[in-house]
């Protein structure tokens, strides 16, 4: 799925109002975090735990044993277990850096979610059918 660019180009402005500082900056929000890099960084080992990574301006790959995922502007990288990854940032510079936010995932939480879906899904194929 792609995203308007209008939606990505208000995305960017928020990220780098809310991201004013180089490296990771923290929010309000406990699980959020967003990041401002104006450097291409090198090829560099980092442990990921489970999350989501939005990126909104700028590059990154990040390789999982023999896999490479290029992700870019307005794409998502998923991550449902911790997991060591290199990665490599690039297509940043001071005037224009990149910009990602990150959502850390609780497994627990979400598997709540997942099975009260489940639940809601059973109820409804049991409700009576108005076909008659």
């Known amino acids: 799925m792609e ?41 560099q080992p980092l442990m990921y735990e489970p999350m989501l990574v939005m990126m909104g301006q700028g590059a990154k790959v990040c390789y999982i044993g023999n896999r490479v995922l290029d992700y870019r502007a307005g794409e998502y990288l998923i991550l ?27 497994l627990s939480r979400l598997a709540q979610v997942v099975l009260r879906l489940d639940d809601v899904d059973n109820a409804a194929t049991r409700l009576p059918s108005n076909a008659d």
Do not use: C, W
């Open 3 to 43: 995203i308007e660019q209008s939606h990505l180009d208000e995305f960017i402005h928020l990220l780098a109002q809310h991201a004013p500082n180089e490296g990771l900056n923290k929010t309000h929000l406990p699980d959020v975090a967003l990041s401002r890099m104006t450097r291409p960084a090198e090829r």
């Open 80 to 106: 449902f277990l911790p997991m060591p990854l290199e990665v490599t940032i690039y297509d940043v510079s001071p005037e224009r850096p990149g910009l990602m936010s990150g959502f850390r995932l609780d």
